[in-house]
């Protein structure tokens, strides 16, 4: 009988402090490179992984240094594609997929896994998400663009992106992206327990009028808004009185004592083990922890995408 307990190897680029990364070592594949600009963020992945982690611009490393690996695993830089703020067709950070795109092209992994906000699907009039189809196309790959909110796979948290999964074109191969639980986890299950924060571990900053301009409270039923990586834009913590709409985009806060989640707290929302210490100040630490993959997400994927090797495997071995 053909074993399938091969434990794939990953590369990451752009990997953060290591959301994607670590939901793919839980499902049984092991991280042996990866890279980001922040060294904050790699110090971090370091703490956790065994992986090389090379903390350098990705336009000034030479892909000849980057070991073959099974999968390529990347979270693009998303800020040029948010549905937040101004989208740039220009904007230089949406032309960073081209490394990535490079790299999976030279080393022709069997997969690759890429994160990124929804807004690429519709940057361009959707003209940008077909180019970058069509680019992994000429480089031998067979891509799928899937929509997730991750409060769909066990994540305390409506946070909704897209994965683009792409299978090397010489392969026979049946995919398909996981199916959303029946369930979803509350904040109450996920942080209820947690003990208050020590105040330097809470983000003080005042509150802008964007902050103000809309809810920034759940109940400890609900699920929590998406965790930024801007530590002033995080949401209320579910023991802050809940807030009043005044006019259009003007709310304030009920009477009580208001607070932002902690950084560990954000931290327990996008799934990373509570015994994770991120390395930084408290706003590099809040920007690790908005920037990445939440871990439960990652991980579900992770399996679907291993069980569609395995078959490989099976396949080829007949």
């Known amino acids: ?46 703490s956790w992984s065994k992986a090389e982690v090379v ?51 030279q080393k022709q992994p069997l997969a690759f896994v890429a994160e990124n906000v929804k807004g690429i699907r519709t940057l361009g009039d959707g003209l ?24 769909d796979y066990g994540v305390p948290q409506d946070r909704e992106r897209v994965f683009l999964v792409g299978f090397r074109s010489d392969l026979t191969v049946e995919y398909q992206f996981p199916k959303p639980a029946t369930k979803r986890t509350t904040l109450l299950e996920a942080i209820g327990d947690m003990p208050e924060p020590k105040h330097y571990d809470v983000c003080m900053s005042p509150y802008s009028s964007r902050y103000m301009s809309r809810n920034r409270r759940r109940d400890w039923n609900d699920v929590s ?22 006019d259009k985009d003007v709310w304030e806060f009920g009477t009580g004592k208001t607070r932002r989640f902690s950084w560990q707290e954000a931290a327990s929302i996008q799934t990373f083990p509570r015994d994770l210490e991120f390395v930084g100040d408290l706003t590099s630490k809040y920007k690790q922890i908005g920037n990445a993959v939440p871990v439960k997400l990652g991980e579900v994927v992770a399996q679907s995408v291993k069980f569609a090797l395995d078959n490989i495997l099976i396949h080829n071995s007949r």
């Not at 070592?25 to 922040?38: M, P, Q």
């Not at 390529?72 to 040029?80: D, E, M, S, T, V």
């Not at 000429?138 to 909110?149: F, P, Q, S, T």
Request: glycine fraction near 10%; charged fraction near 20%; proline fraction near 5%.
């Open 1 to 46: 009988m053909l074993d399938v307990s091969h434990k794939y190897t990953a590369a990451s680029l752009f990997c953060g402090a290591g959301g994607l990364d670590m939901g793919f070592e839980l499902a049984g594949f092991n991280t042996i490179w990866a890279n980001d600009i922040d060294k904050d963020a790699c110090n971090t992945h370091r």
């Open 225 to 246: 808004f998406t965790i930024p990586a801007m530590a002033k834009q995080v949401a209320l913590h579910p023991s802050s009185p809940g807030m009043v709409k005044l």
């Open 55 to 105: 903390d350098d611009d990705i336009r000034d490393i030479n892909f000849d240094d980057v070991p073959p690996t099974d999968i390529i695993l990347g979270g693009f830089p998303c800020q040029g594609f948010s549905l937040a703020g101004p989208r740039k067709i220009d904007d230089k950070r949406n032309t960073l997929y081209q490394f990535f795109a490079g790299l999976v092209g």
């Open 128 to 151: 940008i998400l077909d180019a970058i189809v069509a680019d992994f196309k000429e480089r031998g790959y067979v891509l799928k663009v899937y929509d997730a909110n991750a409060s």
